[in-house]
């Protein structure tokens, strides 16, 4: 079985956060439609859980008193004077020399202290016999032990996953305040670029990006339904598309037109507009190296390259922490990697942080990792990988055999 553990979000990012306008504008929703929505609220506990004490074995309920020194040769002997139901509370008081049959979850009826093991008694109508002794609280959780009242059970700023709802529900909590989604401006840029549903033509080719991006985005934030889509290599198309868009997104993409040259205008009409600035163009990786991270207003534009696994690999490890940041959270949330082994030798360039797509079989303890060795610009193997093998900047490849980091796709 496969090595699980976290690598922290790039760092890239971390000085260019601060340029980035936060979300303010919150909402009240229901727990149920809560999962990966930002908590904008503090959320503490009204209440004790339990509010009264409760057995955690099923038993009997007694004074501990009443058990000490008690053995097999020398057992404690109590009466039983009735059970206890798990949905009631308990009618009866135990006094001295008494018991009580009790349930898992039942509450402890008053008098009681403690529950002895079912395992260790034995009953003798109208007597139990008790072959152990308990301690005072043994086998019991107290008043607030699970959840105090007044206790900060989820923070501002926190991601709310399943987990998180299971909480919210035990603590009878059913509408949080979340911060609203994120407004993402989606285009695909280039002259030789049509719509999934068209025909291409000589020299042509459909958009992938913009629907994979729309996907991998989708429970994130909100797409706008932006027109075009597809922007042409116009510098008045361009400057006309994202000016609009910024008026309501909080945040642009862009995936191609971010390499040099002459058709390439993503850098050139970004600088040209109103309180704008490139944050970064270029990041060390490989497939994703001509990425743009930029600011207008406050509001991140985020340009990716035009290959769809180069423009996959960056809106992975780049897009998702703009989107989370912007959106409230706290917390980036780490890439899951897995430990495997190469299963053939690859070559990469030093300096250079490399993205491998690869296959797994899992067959294999650590798992085998095998190379898809192709050109970024192929989008069959993306969409067929297991995962991305990270190939370290100081190195010059791997060795078949050699242990290599793998994100799960």
């Known amino acids: 079985m496969a090595f699980l553990y976290l690598v922290s979000p790039s760092e890239r990012l971390t000085p260019a956060y601060h340029r980035f306008a936060r979300i303010k504008e919150t909402e009240d929703i229901s727990i149920f439609q809560a999962k990966g929505r930002v908590l904008a609220k503090d959320i503490y506990s009204s209440e004790n859980i339990p509010p009264l004490p409760r057995s955690t074995v099923d038993?009997?309920?007694?004074?501990?008193?009443?058990?000490?020194?008690?053995?097999?040769?020398?057992p404690a002997m109590l009466l039983k004077i009735g059970e206890i139901h798990i949905s009631e509370l308990p009618k009866e008081?135990?006094?001295?020399?008494?018991?009580?049959?009790?349930?898992?979850?039942?509450?402890?009826?008053?008098?009681?202290?403690?529950?002895?093991?079912?395992?260790?008694?034995?009953?003798?109508?109208?007597?139990?016999?008790?072959?152990?002794?308990?301690?005072?609280?043994?086998?019991?959780?107290?008043?607030?032990?699970d959840?105090?009242?007044?206790?900060?059970?989820?923070?501002?700023?926190?991601?709310?996953?399943?987990?998180?709802?299971?909480?919210?529900?035990?603590?009878?909590?059913?509408?949080?305040?979340?911060?609203r989604k994120p407004k993402i401006a989606i285009f695909s840029t280039g002259d030789e670029i049509v719509p999934p549903d068209t025909k291409p033509g000589p020299g042509k080719m459909r958009d992938a990006n913009g629907p994979m991006l729309k996907s991998l985005f989708a429970d994130m934030g909100e797409i706008l339904n932006v027109s075009?889509?597809?922007?042409?290599?116009?510098?008045?198309?361009?400057?006309?598309?994202?000016?609009?868009?910024?008026?309501t997104a909080d945040i642009v993409m862009l995936s191609g037109g971010s390499s040099a040259g002459t058709r390439d205008l993503v850098v050139s009409v970004i600088e040209s507009m109103s309180k704008s600035e490139i944050l970064f163009h270029?990041?060390?990786?490989?497939?994703?190296?001509?990425?743009?991270?930029?600011?207008?207003?406050?509001k991140p534009i985020l340009g990716l390259p035009g290959h769809p696994a180069s423009c996959f690999v960056s809106a992975k490890l780049i897009g998702t922490?703009?989107?989370?940041?912007?959106?409230?959270?706290?917390?980036?949330?780490?890439?899951?990697?897995?430990?495997?082994?190469?299963?053939?030798?690859?070559?990469?360039?030093?300096?250079?942080?490399?993205?491998?797509?690869?296959k797994l079989d899992f067959s294999t303890?650590?798992?085998?990792v095998e190379p898809m060795i192709t050109q970024s610009g192929i989008t069959y193997t993306l969409a067929m990988a297991d995962g991305l093998a990270r190939i370290p900047p100081e190195k010059e490849g791997l060795s078949a055999g050699e242990e290599v980091e793998v994100m799960l796709l």
């Open 228 to 247: 075009p889509t597809i922007i042409p290599d116009e510098r008045e198309a361009m400057e006309k598309a994202l000016k609009e868009a910024l008026e």
């Open 59 to 74: 038993g009997y309920a007694v004074k501990s008193e009443d058990t000490m020194g008690a053995s097999p040769e020398t």
């Open 93 to 145: 008081k135990i006094a001295p020399g008494q018991t009580m049959y009790i349930p898992t979850g039942g509450i402890l009826p008053e008098g009681a202290d403690a529950v002895e093991m079912i395992e260790y008694t034995e009953e003798i109508p109208p007597y139990v016999e008790m072959y152990r002794s308990v301690a005072p609280g043994e086998n019991t959780v107290q008043p607030g032990e």
């Open 147 to 179: 959840i105090k009242e007044g206790m900060l059970l989820i923070s501002k700023g926190t991601k709310l996953h399943a987990r998180h709802i299971g909480l919210l529900a035990y603590a009878g909590i059913t509408t949080v305040t979340v911060y």
């Open 282 to 298: 270029g990041l060390r990786i490989s497939p994703g190296k001509p990425t743009i991270v930029a600011v207008a207003g406050g």
């Open 365 to 368: 303890s650590p798992p085998t």
């Open 321 to 358: 922490n703009i989107v989370e940041y912007i959106s409230g959270s706290d917390r980036q949330t780490p890439f899951v990697f897995i430990r495997g082994v190469m299963k053939t030798e690859v070559y990469s360039k030093p300096g250079i942080e490399e993205y491998l797509r690869v």
